[in-house]
């Protein structure tokens, strides 16, 4: 049986329009990295809404082949909606499914060029499991690429008091759900453990600051993943509604400084399977 893992964020309407913010600020870099070819076949582990999935599909084409693996049914849903809306719904196979025991057939196994994962392992209880997954998925000198999180490399300058209290109750709430925060820092680990053999990793920057057109959109993403966890984070007893309205308006105030700077990236590796 698959452990159960828990999406601190959920699936509603704001965090789908949060999701779909960070995209928009992040999908050129990630796709710049997967050095696409046309005539490549893609499975992406927790596509989410799929926008990223259908950017890799563009990527391999003409001759291409993307299929992108769910769990969450509305997530799903949307994936779908958006992709017609797109008029791309063909490009991707998109599949209901658990990155532990993808809907995937014998026969795919072990054919893919690239097994793909973003923002998924940090939610998973046993991310190892996920990516030997990816292993079994690609063929012989297949590549495995994970994109994650390491929560504790963020940096506001200049300080806002309130916020690595806030920050730090959000980190906990991985922890209490059976979750990784750091699990960026160990993406080399796990490939080596799954079985592939570790080739890149590197730092994807995801920091802005006052003066950038942008700086906005990044702040607005920080605020999202905080307030998309408030209510683990009120559970724990650490904030209550006003404190954390208060730590809120601090980054708010920090945020129409003109020397506000958020410092953030994220960790990327890729394995090949010998």
């Avoid at 690239?114 to 000198?141: Q, S």
């Avoid at 160990?186 to 995801?206: C, D, E, I, M, Y």
């Amino acid at each position: 049986m698959a452990p159960t893992s828990q999406y601190v964020h959920g699936t509603s309407p704001e965090e789908q329009d949060r999701l779909t913010l960070l995209n928009s600020l992040i999908n050129k870099e990630s796709l710049s990295v997967l050095e696409l070819r046309p005539g490549m076949s893609v499975v992406d582990f927790g596509c989410g809404l799929g926008q990223f999935t259908r950017e890799i599909a563009g990527g391999v084409q003409p001759g291409g082949r993307v299929v992108g693996i769910e769990r969450s049914p509305d997530q799903l849903r949307s994936a779908l909606e958006f992709a017609s809306k797109a008029g791309e719904a063909s490009i991707v196979d998109f599949r209901r499914g658990d990155a532990y025991q993808p809907p995937l057939s014998e026969k795919e196994m072990g054919t893919f060029d690239i097994a793909h994962t973003r923002f998924v392992l940090e939610h998973v209880p046993d991310p190892l499991a996920v990516v030997k997954t990816m292993v079994r998925a690609v063929r012989e000198g297949g590549r495995i690429v994970l994109e994650d999180d390491d929560h504790d490399v963020i940096r506001l300058w200049p300080e806002v008091p309130m916020f690595w209290p806030l920050w730090s109750a959000y980190v906990r709430t991985y922890t209490r759900l059976g979750n990784d925060p750091y699990v960026g820092r160990k993406l080399v680990s796990l490939l080596r453990q799954a079985g592939a053999t570790p080739v890149k990793n590197r730092w994807l920057w995801f920091g802005s600051c006052s003066g950038d057109p942008m700086f906005d959109a990044y702040v607005e993403n920080l605020v999202g993943v905080i307030a998309g966890a408030r209510e683990y984070m009120l559970e724990e007893g650490k904030f209550d509604n006003g404190t954390f309205a208060e730590a809120i308006q601090q980054i708010r105030t920090w945020q129409r400084q003109d020397d506000a700077a958020l410092w953030y990236s994220r960790a990327w590796a890729e394995g090949v399977k010998r």
